[in-house]
């Protein structure tokens, strides 16, 4: 399976959802992407009197699993319930939430007294320009190529001990290395169950990690995974290994690379950085601030290891700064107005 393959069968889309129809004139901020910290930002935003316009591609990270956990109030909710009363909520407030995918994003000429503007188009050819940007379009998830993985995202393959743990407790869990931070990820799957594998699958694994593995009763297998094994349900079953042999197992946790979704928003200059456990994301500040003026960042395409509600409380503070920032740009063109039509008025 190519690159591109394994995307494919990972990728979902949310149910289509109805698309408000883009604003005309300049709007105080597009939100560019329409998950929980896009949402949560919008949300702030609108409820700020701000003119706010998401753009979203309908296609969160999560889409492949059957319900949100970890997150007080809502656990077990499904991801595409969460996203469709957040996209509700947002249009209660006056924001506007569009269907369709930014393909470019970039500065514009600032307006007559001086505040930023930014242009924003879609893939349909529409153009939309804003005061500020909040971008908050995710990250992708990219397996290791492994025949058989892929399919079975977000359900019997698993990243995360606190969205999916409890659901695959007790069961017979593989965890198929990537890299270092596999071994951290194995001691939160012990906790979870005690019949744990550990397949190296070409990584290290020093001595003194394999005597805590085999303190705590994790098997190791050094003989590299060749393709995932299903029973005749579709169901995983196991992995087979170089050597032939099957090693039963219902679930495999894998730490996948971490991507952020930059694809469209190079023109906006904003600096990407290596972060932890094999992660890229923008490069951001308090608040999601960025280098780049009239920029902001939210959720998982700054902080890959945010889950929902840390992404959309991300969100909702990148929204909070972004209006406070208007507000000192209302303020100093109403200052200078003033200053223009009467040039003592302003100093009285
Ligand atoms: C399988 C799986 C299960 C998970 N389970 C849980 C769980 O149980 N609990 C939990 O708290 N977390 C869970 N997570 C983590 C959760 O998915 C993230 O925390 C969350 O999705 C991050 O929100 P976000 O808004 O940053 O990004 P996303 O939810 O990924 O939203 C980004 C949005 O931006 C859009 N977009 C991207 N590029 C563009 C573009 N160019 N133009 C327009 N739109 C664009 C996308 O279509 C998408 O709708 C899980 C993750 C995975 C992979």
Excluded at 161 to 180: K, M, N, Q, S
Excluded at 292 to 298: E, F, L, R, S, T
Excluded at 307 to 333: E, P, R, W, Y
Aim: net charge negative; with cysteine; proline share 6%.
């Amino acid at each position: 399976m190519t690159d591109k393959e394994q995307q494919e069968a990972m990728a979902v889309t949310t149910p289509p959802y109805a698309s408000d129809p883009l604003a005309e004139g300049t709007v105080d901020a597009v939100v560019i992407g329409g998950g929980a910290a896009g949402l949560n930002g919008a949300l702030i935003l609108a409820r700020s009197l701000r003119s706010v316009v998401v753009i979203d591609s309908g296609a969160p990270r999560n889409a492949r699993a059957d319900a949100v956990h970890g997150l007080i109030a809502l656990d077990g909710t499904p991801p595409s319930e969460i996203l469709r009363r957040g996209r509700e909520q947002v249009r209660q407030y006056g924001g506007r939430v569009v269907f369709g995918e930014v393909v470019s994003a970039e500065p514009a000429a600032p307006s007559v007294d001086g505040d930023l503007r930014f242009t924003v188009s879609l893939a349909d050819g529409r153009h939309i320009t804003a005061r500020r940007i909040l971008v908050a379009t995710g990250l992708t998830d990219v397996l290791p190529q492994v025949p058989g993985l892929a399919e079975h995202w977000g359900h019997s393959v698993v990243h995360c001990p606190y969205c999916h743990g409890w659901e695959v407790r007790d069961e017979p869990i593989g965890i198929l290395a990537t890299g270092p931070a596999s071994i951290g990820h194995a001691y939160l799957f012990r906790q979870l169950t005690e019949d744990l594998t550990y397949f190296t699958h070409g990584t290290d694994l020093d001595e003194d990690s394999r005597a805590r593995f085999a303190a705590r009763g994790i098997r190791v297998i050094d003989t590299p995974v060749t393709e995932v094994v299903n029973d005749e349900d579709g169901a995983l079953s196991g992995v087979r290994l170089a050597d032939g042999q099957v090693v039963a197992r219902r679930v495999l946790a894998v730490g996948p690379q971490m991507q952020p979704r930059t694809q469209g928003l190079e023109g906006l200059g904003l600096p990407v950085q290596d972060l932890p456990n094999m992660a890229r994301g923008f490069a951001s500040g308090v608040a999601g601030i960025t280098e780049v003026p009239g920029v902001w960042v939210a959720g998982n395409v700054t902080d890959p290891v945010a889950q929902v509600g840390a992404s959309a409380a991300a969100g909702a503070l990148a929204g909070a700064d972004i209006n406070k920032m208007l507000a000192t740009a209302d303020t100093d063109a109403a200052l200078q107005k003033i200053t223009k039509a009467s040039p003592t008025a302003a100093t009285r």
